[in-house]
T-cell receptor, first 109, second 114 residues
Framework: EAAVTQSPRNKVTVTGGNVTLSCRQT?????MYWYRQDTGHGLRLIHY???????QIGDVPDGYKATRTTQEDFFLLLELASPSQTSLYFC????????FGPGTRLTVL | KTQVEQSPQSLVVRQGENCVLQ??????????LRWFKQDTGKGLVSLTV?????DKTSNGRYSATLDKDAKHSTLHITATLLDDTATYIC?????????????FGAGTQLIVIP
C-alpha cells in the first residue's frame, strides 16, 4: 500500500534552534511536497521536489530549506527556528493523486 | 487571496442527522476537486474526487457534487456517526497530474454529538 511516513511526530525546540523534519515515501513517486497547516488557513506549500537532487520553491519558503536526497527521502530544514514556524507540517508524495503523511507538530518556544 | 472558501467554518450536529458542507473556489483551471477528512492532528484521507463539469460521486454515507460553471461543490454526510467528527477539507487541483498545484480550503470542522 502507498505510504508516506514522517519523523519525528512531535518536536519542541527553542527560538534559534536547528530542526530537521524527515519524510519517506514508498510510492515510487517522483514528486514530494512539504506543507504547513495553521488554524484558519488551508495547507500552504513550502517546498517541493520532482526527484532526487531537485528542489522547487513553494508559496511560503522563507525560513525553510529542503533537500531531496533520494527518490524516497525529503527533508525540511529550519536552521534558525522562530515562533512563527510553530505549525503542523505535512509531507506528501504525488503521482496522479497526492498522498499525505501523518504530520509533524513543531513547537518553537 | 484565498482561492478556496469553505462554509460553514464549524458545524455541530447530533448523531444520525445529515449535514451539508460547501466549497466555493476561484481556481482556474479547475481540473478536479477532492474532499479530504482530517481527524484532529492527523493526516488527510481522501473521501472522493470530482472531475467532470457537472459531477456527482458517492462513497458510502458520503456524497458530493461539483458544478464547474458555478465553481461550487458540496459534500453531504448522511446519518452522521460520532466518528465523523473531523475537519473536512476541500482541495482544487489545477491539473490532472503531479505537475499541477493543489489549492486548499481552510476546512469545515464538524462535531457530531450524541
Amino acid at each position: 500500500e502507498a505510504a508516506v511516513t514522517q519523523s519525528p511526530r512531535n518536536k519542541v525546540t527553542v527560538t534559534g534552534g536547528n530542526v530537521t523534519l524527515s519524510c519517506r515515501q514508498t510510492n515510487s513517486h517522483n514528486y514530494m511536497y512539504w506543507y504547513r497547516q495553521d488554524t484558519g488557513h488551508g495547507l500552504r506549500l513550502i517546498h517541493y521536489s520532482y526527484g532526487a537532487g531537485n528542489l522547487q520553491i513553494g508559496d511560503v519558503p522563507d525560513g525553510y530549506k529542503a533537500t531531496r536526497t533520494t527518490q524516497e527521502d525529503f527533508f525540511l530544514l529550519l536552521e534558525l527556528a522562530s515562533p512563527s514556524q510553530t505549525s503542523l507540517y505535512f509531507c506528501a508524495s504525488s503521482g496522479a493523486e497526492q498522498f499525505f503523511g501523518p504530520g509533524t507538530r513543531l513547537t518553537v518556544l | 487571496k484565498t482561492q478556496v472558501e469553505q462554509s460553514p467554518q464549524s458545524l455541530v450536529v447530533r448523531q444520525g442527522e445529515n449535514c451539508v458542507l460547501q466549497c466555493n473556489y476561484s481556481v482556474t483551471p479547475d481540473n478536479h476537486l477532492r474532499w479530504f477528512k482530517q481527524d484532529t492532528g492527523k493526516g488527510l484521507v481522501s473521501l472522493t474526487v470530482l472531475v467532470d463539469q457537472k459531477d456527482k460521486t458517492s462513497n458510502g454515507r458520503y456524497s458530493a457534487t461539483l458544478d464547474k460553471d458555478a465553481k461550487h461543490s458540496t459534500l453531504h454526510i448522511t446519518a452522521t456517526l460520532l466518528d465523523d467528527t473531523a475537519t473536512y477539507i476541500c482541495v482544487v487541483g489545477d491539473r490532472g497530474s503531479a505537475l499541477g498545484r493543489l489549492h486548499f480550503g481552510a476546512g469545515t470542522q464538524l462535531i457530531v454529538i450524541p
